[in-house]
């Protein structure tokens, strides 16, 4: 019997495994019903993958949209179709004699906010269709670019024809696109030979479970003791404990209000978040928004910092909004926690 689990757990993925084929391993080994995974990662990539387990699977919009910390490769002199190693070569060119102190003046050009035309082969939709499935075909498309942020680029060690760097950007960076960028810059051609994922968000690869690992053989309680209950799986988002008597009133439709929760207004940031929890169970979390335009629709605004604000409410009247406490709104609750 499949075991109802709730959290995240932190894999390692190896190279040349689909994200989720890993996410179908730790189901079927962890027995539960609902997973996912908060971001891909390509085949040839490797590195952090998030698992989402259970009620985990909600938390996917606050994890995903994150900070990103990668290290990789690129390879001068060759181009490819997919701007990886994975894809056809289109180009081939000789890589010059660069000196150390253009590569690293280079960098200074792929810093802070930036529009980025994403791969033909990536998941990027153009007219409803994901742009992988056009490029299959022949199809050739002009891409909408996407602005990005490069909190940092470095590149820590250079053998040429290879380039070894370093780099923290916003959620939804094409890392093979910087890659194939880049090698622009330097009067030649490249590719993303190779990329790994060291942090997203506060999470870190170091500690996390080896893809490896998750086979039928593998020990089932070894894997559950990775497991981050959800209560844990914010850590960055402040929380304020509540009463059974208030935690049972909210999972049955209540709104709260500053008074209720026990916390000034003007103690949290706009546009953040706050997780209400108690006994260690994850009860809602709600978002903080000062403004007194209360939208009944969902809307999405990313910031350069990869910050992000998701306002999701009951559309509320002035008369309400006067007695029940402007900017202070559910956007998640979450049932009793199974762990």
């Given amino acids: 019997m499949k075991r109802p689990i709730d959290g995240i757990l932190l894999v390692d993925k190896e190279e040349g495994e689909f994200s989720y084929g890993v996410v179908k391993r730790v189901r079927r080994l962890l027995r539960i019903s609902k997973a996912g995974h908060a971001g891909t990662l390509d085949p040839f990539a490797t590195g952090l993958l998030i698992v989402l387990l259970g009620q985990g699977t909600r938390l996917s919009d606050l994890i995903m949209f994150r900070n990103k910390v990668y290290e ?13 190693p994975t894809g056809n070569v289109t180009c081939v060119k000789r890589v010059p004699e660069i000196e150390e102190r253009v590569i690293q003046k280079t960098t200074s050009l792929f810093t802070g906010a930036l529009e980025q035309v994403p791969p033909v082969y990536s998941a990027v939709r153009h007219k409803g269709i994901r742009a992988y499935k056009l490029a299959r075909k022949g199809i050739k498309v002009a891409l909408e670019k996407k602005r990005v942020f490069i909190h940092s680029f470095e590149v820590y060690d250079i053998k040429l024809p290879d380039i070894f760097f370093r ?21 030649t051609v490249g590719h993303l030979r190779s990329l790994r994922r060291l942090k997203s968000g506060v999470f870190d690869v170091a500690g996390a479970y080896p893809s490896k690992k998750i086979t039928q053989e593998a020990d089932r309680n070894d894997l559950f003791k990775g497991v981050i209950p959800l209560v844990s799986s914010l850590p960055d988002i402040p929380d304020v404990s509540i009463s059974e008597d208030l935690a049972h009133k909210i999972r049955n439709g209540y709104q709260p209000v500053w008074q209720d929760i026990g916390v000034s207004r003007e103690m949290c940031p706009e546009g953040g978040y706050l997780r209400l929890v108690m006994n260690e169970d994850l009860v809602a979390v709600l978002q903080v928004d000062r403004g007194e335009n209360v939208r009944a629709i969902p809307s999405v605004s990313l910031h350069e910092d990869s910050s992000f604000c998701l306002t999701t409410s009951l559309a509320l009247n002035k008369k309400e909004v006067a007695t029940r406490g402007v900017g202070l709104k559910i956007y998640k609750t979450f049932k009793k926690q199974n762990f």
Avoid: M, P, Q
């Fill in 72 to 84: 990789g490769v690129i390879r001068l002199g060759i181009e490819t179709d997919t701007f990886d």
């Fill in 167 to 187: 780099v923290k950007c916003s959620s939804g960076t094409y890392i093979r696109t910087l890659a194939y960028d880049f090698a622009k810059a330097l009067g």
